[in-house]
């Protein structure tokens, strides 16, 4: 949608390993979200960035999570140690106007 | 704290008859609300939005309404075709901070 490249678009780990999520919006879009979606589950906020800040990232849900943005473009999701509970698929979306637009998403599997 | 509820999990509607999605909110400050349409294995897929100033806004098949005084909206698509068979998500906004997601409508479309 819009424009927006997740990578990878499948990735199998093992548990305890460290995955790195990548999202590239099209540049000179501001505002860049990260969500995830669980099995079974509805979307679920992670972050957001304004430029290369994060307002929000109340939805992080842990210490393992990072997440950042560099020259207001390309953001990096990190998940260190990764759980199973991890297993996801993680969204990012960039706003365009009044609407965000979405990537297809990074499917995580912990194994 | 669920800020965006969508009570009906699941909705089956004969094609060319209408679909009416129901969405319920809590948060007054509320003041931009979106419709997005997800496909198994695909990111969510922009449909439709409202700002809180109007009460209608419509786009082809699909019309989203606004009540503000109930903290309701929905989403009605009329005719149902078969490829409108997806899960459909409720989200909205305050002043663009995080988008927060309803749990999603399954909507299934019947010969």
């Known amino acids: 949608g819009a424009g927006v490249s997740q990578s990878p678009s499948n990735k199998v780990t093992e548990k305890g390993k460290d995955v790195e999520l990548r999202c590239d919006p099209i540049?000179?879009?501001?505002?860049l979200y990260w969500y995830r979606q669980s099995l079974g589950q509805g979307l679920e906020f992670l972050i957001y960035?304004?430029?290369?800040?994060?307002?929000?990232k109340s939805g992080l849900p842990s210490d393992r999570f990072s997440a950042e943005r560099t020259g207001g473009s390309v953001s990096t999701l990190t998940i260190q140690r990764t759980q199973q509970e991890d297993s996801a698929v993680y969204l990012c979306?960039?706003?365009?106007?009044?609407?965000?637009?979405f990537g297809e998403g990074s499917w995580l599997t912990v194994v | 704290d669920q800020q965006v509820k969508q009570n009906s999990p699941s909705l089956s509607v004969q094609e060319g008859r209408i679909s009416i999605l129901n969405c319920d909110y809590t948060?007054?400050?509320?003041?931009?609300f979106l419709w997005y349409k997800k496909y198994p294995a695909e990111g969510p897929t922009f449909l439709i939005s409202?700002?809180?100033?109007?009460d209608k806004n419509e786009d082809g098949r699909f019309t989203v309404f606004l009540n503000k005084s109930a903290k309701h909206l929905s989403l009605h698509i009329v005719p149902s075709q078969p490829g409108d068979s997806a899960v459909y998500f409720c989200?909205?906004?305050?002043?663009?901070?995080?988008?927060?997601f309803g749990a999603g409508t399954q909507v299934v479309v019947t010969p």
């Open positions: 979306g960039q706003r365009t106007g009044n609407t965000i637009y």
């Open positions: 540049s000179g879009h501001t505002a």
């Open positions: 960035f304004q430029g290369n800040s994060a307002p929000d």
């Open positions: 948060n007054s400050m509320f003041d931009y």
């Open positions: 409202i700002s809180s100033i109007k």
């Open positions: 989200a909205a906004t305050d002043s663009w901070g995080k988008l927060q």
